[in-house]
C-alpha cells in the first residue's frame, strides 16, 4: 500500500502524502514524545519530520520499509531538537551571570592558595562533562593554543570553542553553587 502512495507522491500529487500523514502520525508522535518528553515539542517533532520526508521522498530507496525511513526522521528530528533545547539552555544560563556574580567568583579564586585551588579544579573537573573538562585542562592548565588542542584531540576549531563556552559557564555555576557564600 505504501509504494501505490510513495508513487503518487513522487509524481506529483500531494494529496496522496496525506495516507502517510493518517498512517504514521500516532506512532511518529510516540517516538517523538519518548525523545522530548513534552506533547507540544512532540508535535513540532512530528510536523517536522514529515514536512523532511515529504521534501526528501524522492531520496526514498525502497530498500527498507518506508516506515523505517520515516522512523528514522522521526529520531533525527527529535534528537536535533534535544540538541537545539540544550544549546539554548546552555546560552541563556550564560547570559544570566551577572558580571559582578563572574567578579566575585575570580575574587574567591584569587584568594585561594595553590594547593586548594588544584583540588578545587580537580573536583569540578570531575562534575563537568569529559570533553569540557579535557578541553578547560589543556587549554587553560596546559596553556595549549586551539591550533594545538585540534591536533591532540581531533576535534573541529568549531567544537573545540563550543566546548570551552560550555565547559566555563559549568566549572563558574559548580563553583557559585558550592562555594561562593550567599550573603543573608
Not at 525523545?35 to 517536522?48: G, P, T
Not at 595549549?144 to 570553542?161: D, G, R, Y
Request: with cysteine; hydrophobic share 40%.
Amino acid at each position: 500500500m505504501d509504494t501505490h502512495y510513495l508513487n503518487e507522491v513522487i509524481k506529483g500529487n500531494t494529496n496522496a502524502f496525506g495516507y502517510f500523514i493518517k498512517t504514521y502520525q500516532n506512532k511518529a508522535f510516540g517516538i517523538a514524545i519518548s525523545i522530548v518528553k513534552q506533547e507540544d515539542d512532540a508535535k513540532d517533532v512530528v510536523q517536522n519530520s514529515f514536512i523532511t520526508a515529504y521534501s526528501s521522498i524522492s531520496k526514498f530507496r525502497n530498500d527498507a520499509k518506508f516506515s523505517t525511513w520515516f522512523y528514522r526522521i522521526v529520531v533525527n528530528t527529535g534528537l536535533q531538537f534535544l540538541a537545539q533545547r540544550k544549546r539554548n539552555t546552555i546560552k541563556n544560563e550564560a547570559s544570566k551571570l551577572s558580571e559582578t556574580e563572574k567578579t566575585t567568583c575570580n575574587a574567591v579564586i584569587k584568594k585561594m592558595h595553590q594547593d586548594d585551588l588544584k583540588h578545587l579544579v580537580k573536583s569540578v573537573f570531575g562534575k563537568i562533562p569529559s570533553k569540557q573538562a579535557l578541553l578547560l585542562q589543556l587549554f587553560y592548565i596546559d596553556e595549549l593554543s586551539i591550533a594545538e588542542i585540534e591536533v591532540v584531540t581531533n576535534f573541529t576549531k568549531p567544537n573545540i570553542k563550543v566546548l570551552l563556552h560550555r565547559g566555563r559557564t559549568n566549572f563558574y555555576n559548580i563553583i557559585k553553587k558550592e562555594h561562593i557564600k550567599k550573603p543573608y
